[in-house]
Each structure stands twice: as C-alpha cells, then as structure tokens.
Nanobody, 127 residues
Framework: QAQLVESGGGLVEPGGSLTLSCVPS???????????MAWFRQPPGKEREFVAG????????FYADSVKGRFTVFRDAHYNAISLQMKNLKPEDTAIYYC?????????????????WGRGTQVTVSS
C-alpha cells in the first residue's frame, strides 16, 4: 500500500501551469524534522529522476537543473503535505510524478534511498 497520495496531474498545453499535491495516505504516517520530502518523475521509457525536494525542519529547497526557475516546491507542516507548482511547462516535462520521503537531504538524487512513495500522478504537456 502506498504511504503517500499524489493529485493534480493532467493534460496541459506547452507554457501552461499545474500544481501537484501530496498527502499521507494514513494518519499514522510521520514526517520527521530531519526528513526530506521530494518529487520525482519518470518520463516514458526513462529512469525515475529527482525533480525537487524540501527539508522538513528548515524548509531548505533543492531543484533539478531542468526545472529551476519554473518549478517551486512547498511544504505545509500543519497538514503534512507538500506541493509542486509547475509553470512554463514543456513537452519534456511529460512524466508520471511521484512524491517520496527520505530520512535526510543527502544523496537525494538516488531514488533507492527513499523509504516511502506514492503511486504517482500523470502529467502530460502537449498541444
């Protein structure tokens, strides 16, 4: 069973915007102050890649070079939620987007280091 649930995906034209959300699937899910919450994506036929992340304690943010200046990650400690605001979307942003949790901010590009995942939400950028 997935411990996180993503929403907000859809079809959007190039240059458009979308905001993805991620919440725990149960009330028992804990995000510790040392954790990093992140977004990954997996384009068709490609490996899963890190997109953005935020540390729970300090709200420190990290982005892949391909999305810097276009995507913004937010955290809401009250609701244990994170979101990904995506602007100026490009066809190459088309992918399944996943939310994930890691114990800390290090080695954040390595998907195998994350211990909790959602099932993903599809984002398609096309005219």
């Amino acid at each position: 069973q997935a411990q996180l649930v993503e929403s907000g995906g859809g079809l959007v034209e190039p240059g458009g915007s979308l905001t993805l959300s991620c919440v725990p699937s149960t009330q028992n899910f804990v995000i510790y102050s040392s954790n990093l919450m992140a977004w990954f994506r997996q384009p068709p036929g490609k490996e899963r890649e890190f997109v953005a992340g935020v540390t729970w304690r300090n709200n420190e943010k990290f982005y892949a070079d391909s999305v810097k200046g276009r995507f913004t990650v937010f955290r809401d400690a009250h609701y244990n939620a994170i979101s990904l605001q995506m602007k100026n979307l490009k066809p190459e942003d088309t992918a399944i987007y996943y939310c994930a949790r890691k114990s800390d901010k290090y080695n954040r590009n390595d998907a195998s280091k994350f211990d909790a995942w959602g099932r993903g939400t599809q984002v398609t950028v096309s005219s």
